[in-house]
């Protein structure tokens, strides 16, 4: 199993603003996920992050809007940039140590005024 | 379009009373199927995992079952305890060549039990 903590928990930002997730895990992944609950909604891949590499994001995300770090196999960082009220969601990381299993960090609440 | 539907939505139970939701997925290449729950304020932990060839798995008091034929799974929860209270979504691995990530999620069935 994998033991994943984010940092914040939760956060309450102003609109035009920029909010930046830390993901930590107790052990080396190659792959890491960010994700994105709105509410009420299922959870929608924003991107891949490999270490080494640019992260892969899918359909209607975008690097300069969510930037994403991966400096090691432990770590990894999601930015949220010039928020709006619609960014306001739950916020996921989460790794893959095989193509069985997949792990979920707590999550981060965000909430843009 | 690959897609995991849910239901029912939302559902209320008294506790100790059975319950069963259920998830159709119209997802291929198809790899297996996941349920988890989640905890309000928490990330989605894993409950069982079933692969094409298998019909049932049990974790505790609760029991998923996959008819792949039908394309339709299902998670039994026996004796429901107050911490049942959650969210139980449906999750489809796409198959593709053992990548990871390519995960069809279902908006969840949002359970209450009550004493």
């Known amino acids: 199993s994998a033991v994943i903590s984010q940092k914040p928990s939760r956060d309450i930002c102003q609109r035009g603003t920029s909010l930046t997730i830390q993901c930590q895990v107790d052990s080396q992944v190659t792959m890491m996920f960010w994700y994105r609950q709105q509410p009420g909604q299922s959870l929608t891949l924003i991107a891949t992050a490999n270490q080494g590499s640019e992260a892969t994001y899918e359909s209607g995300f975008v690097i300069d809007k969510f930037p994403i770090s991966r400096p090691n196999l432990t770590f990894s960082t999601l930015t949220v940039s010039n928020m709006s009220p619609e960014d306001s969601s739950i916020y996921l990381c989460?790794?893959?140590?095989?193509?069985?299993?997949?792990?979920f960090g707590p999550g981060t609440r965000l909430t843009v005024t | 379009k690959n897609q995991v539907e849910q239901s029912p939505q939302s559902l209320i139970i008294l506790e100790g009373k059975n319950c069963t939701l259920q998830?159709?997925?119209?997802?291929?290449?198809?790899?297996?199927l996941r349920w988890y729950k989640q905890d309000t304020g928490r990330g989605p932990v894993s409950l069982t995992i079933m692969t094409f060839s298998e019909n049932t798995k049990s974790n505790g008091r609760y029991t998923a079952t996959l008819d792949a034929d039908t394309k339709q799974s299902s998670l039994h929860i026996t004796a429901s305890q107050l911490s049942d209270s959650a969210s139980y979504i449906c999750?489809?691995?796409?198959?593709?060549?053992?990548?990871?990530?390519?995960?069809?999620f279902g908006k969840g069935t949002k359970l209450s039990v009550k004493p």
């Open positions: 989460s790794v893959a140590p095989n193509s069985y299993e997949q792990y």
């Open positions: 998830c159709n997925y119209t997802v291929s290449p198809f790899s297996n």
């Open positions: 999750v489809v691995s796409l198959n593709y060549g053992g990548s990871q990530g390519n995960l069809i």
